[in-house]
Nanobody, 124 residues
Framework: QVQLVESGGASVQAGGSLRLSCEAS????????LGWFRQAAAGKGREGVA????????NYADSVKGRFTISKDSAKNTWYLQMNSLKPEDTAMYYC?????????????????WGQGTQVTVSS
């Protein structure tokens, strides 16, 4: 059984930066896709932010391209989401999730494992 734990969320001012972490425990194959999603408010859908499989393939939502970077420390089985030039519209609960294939799109229903989320609040 895979467990994911996010951390790093905080309140920052617009223009600031944060780095979110997602630590995985349990068996995680190298071809699993890791996705970052966010949910702006309860009742709203989860928006795909970034995905990564292996070390070559990454995918970003248009709204975060050039500002967010996904990376992985394999030794720690931990993924990161570096978020720069934050905007108030980035305010959301951020979740990491794993799917057991390398499809790596933003279809949240294909992700089998989810963390509990970490809150990011950006003030203007």
């Amino acid at each position: 059984q895979v467990q994911l734990v996010e951390s790093g969320g905080a309140s920052v001012q617009a223009g600031g930066s944060l780095r979110l972490s997602c630590e995985a425990s349990g068996y995680v194959a190298s071809w699993y896709c890791l996705g970052w999603f966010r949910q702006a408010a309860a009742g709203k859908g989860r928006e795909g932010v970034a995905t990564s499989v292996n070390y070559e393939s990454t995918n970003y939502a248009d709204s975060v391209k050039g500002r967010f970077t996904i990376s992985k420390d394999s030794a720690k089985n931990t993924w990161y989401l570096q978020m720069n030039s934050l905007k108030p519209e980035d305010t959301a609960m951020y979740y990491c999730a794993l799917r057991r294939d390398s499809g790596c799109d933003f279809a949240s229903w294909r992700y089998a494992y989810w963390g509990q989320g970490t809150q990011v609040t950006v003030s203007s």
